[in-house]
């Protein structure tokens, strides 16, 4: 999936359900969409076989799978996604960090650290389709230049 290998090897913590290596990082609360996060991880073949259908696996769960060198989200060795979120989202009141396994391998905790863990758990892979600052995040054709003009004229 990736070019890199072994201890190199990173993860992205909004990865695809359906890589061979994805793992569940998390279950979604129902009441805000917040992750809470598994002490350990599960292969999502185990789970996703059990989601009803109907249900995408990406509402009720949050996948962790191999950065690939392919990804819309790459730019070189960097993550551009982290960047957005980073930028747009709010940290959480918390100041610590989430219990998190993928934490020693995670593509946006090496590249942003703490600020990426506060907003981890705030990450949605599906969301309304009327959500405008959402849309932006996710869109990997939206520069960091455009969404901070897209927050100024919001505020």
Not at 47 to 71: D, K, M, N, Y
Not at 78 to 93: G, K, Q, Y
């Amino acid at each position: 999936m990736s070019e890199q290998s072994g201890a190199e090897q990173t993860w992205c913590p909004s990865g695809v359900p359906n890589a061979p290596e994805a793992v569940v990082l998390g279950v979604r609360a129902s009441l805000d969409g917040r992750v809470s996060y598994l002490a350990e991880p599960v292969p999502a073949g185990e789970v996703l076989g059990q989601i009803p259908e109907g249900i995408a696996p990406t509402r009720v769960l949050r996948f962790a799978s191999h950065c690939s060198t392919s990804c819309r989200n790459r730019d070189g060795a960097s993550c551009t996604l982290v960047e957005r979120i980073v930028l747009a989202t709010p940290p959480d009141e918390e100041p610590s960090v989430p219990r998190c396994h993928l934490r020693a391998h995670c593509q946006w905790w090496q590249q942003k650290g703490v600020a990426a863990c506060q907003r981890c758990p705030a990450v949605a892979t599906a969301f309304p389709a009327d959500n405008e600052l959402m849309t932006l995040v996710a869109d990997p054709s939206t520069t960091l230049d455009q969404l901070e003009a897209w927050i100024a004229e919001s505020a």
